[in-house]
């Protein structure tokens, strides 16, 4: 059974450029979730989503940045015109659906964005 | 508010044992989470709280008192590999939020 699987492992772009971010939950799960982790600094939660759903996004900056999780396919995070300071590791996580309660999050190994 | 707290750094002997505590503000308890992180690599869980007491799995225990805000993770006979940030994280709603880590240094 593969993990959560996200490409890619290491970005590099140009400030100005768009940085596309890729996650794949693991099997079974249906509920996606994306965190920011600065140099030096504990992991900050953006983004939850479900299948075409975005459940909660209040952690994510609001502007330039967007995430998706289509019917079929990856779950994508979006930084449009990406400046320094979105220089960071980004971690999906995901876990399984229809479970009242607290339950663990799964990671994966994150892509690590450098904007040069 | 939502907040937690951990020590930012702790530095132990191979062989010896640690208590890395996390200290957290939140309504609506709902249990905490102690996760481990290599640098580079991802949150691995390590152990899920939400009655008072301690819960042991192997060489790692976790402890938590809701009155007090206050859980801690203890690891004994520390090898080198347990070398990694430590972060604990209460749920929520649907989502985690996570202390700034404890960074573990194990010295041979």
């Known amino acids: 059974n593969a993990g959560v699987m996200q490409n890619p492992r290491h970005l590099v772009r140009r400030r100005g450029q768009e940085a596309r971010l890729r996650c794949s939950p693991m099997?079974?799960?249906?509920?996606v979730y994306w965190y920011r982790q600065l140099p030096e600094e504990g992991l900050k939660f953006m983004v939850y989503l479900q299948k075409e759903n975005i459940i909660d996004e209040s952690g994510m900056p609001k502007e330039r940045f967007s995430a998706e999780f289509p019917k079929e396919g990856p779950s994508i995070l979006r930084i449009q015109q990406v400046v320094r300071g979105d220089s960071a590791a980004y971690f999906c996580?995901?876990?399984?659906?229809?479970?009242?309660?607290?339950?663990?999050?799964?990671f994966g190994p994150g892509t690590r964005l450098t904007v040069t | 508010g939502q907040n937690i707290d951990q020590p930012t750094e702790m530095t132990a002997t191979e062989g010896a044992i640690v208590q890395i505590n996390c200290t957290y503000q939140t309504s609506g308890f709902n249990g905490l989470f102690w996760y481990q992180q290599h640098a580079g690599e991802a949150p691995t869980f390590l152990s899920y709280n939400v009655l008072d007491g301690l819960e042991e799995k192997g060489r790692f225990s976790s402890f938590l008192s809701r009155s007090k805000g206050y859980s801690y993770l203890l690891l004994k006979e520390l090898q080198m590999k347990d070398s990694a940030s430590y972060l604990c994280?209460?749920?929520?709603?649907?989502?985690?939020?996570f202390g700034p880590g404890t960074r573990l240094s194990v010295l041979p």
């Open positions: 099997k079974g799960h249906s509920h």
């Open positions: 994280a209460f749920p929520r709603g649907q989502n985690f939020v």
């Open positions: 996580a995901s876990s399984p659906q229809d479970r009242e309660g607290p339950y663990e999050q799964y």
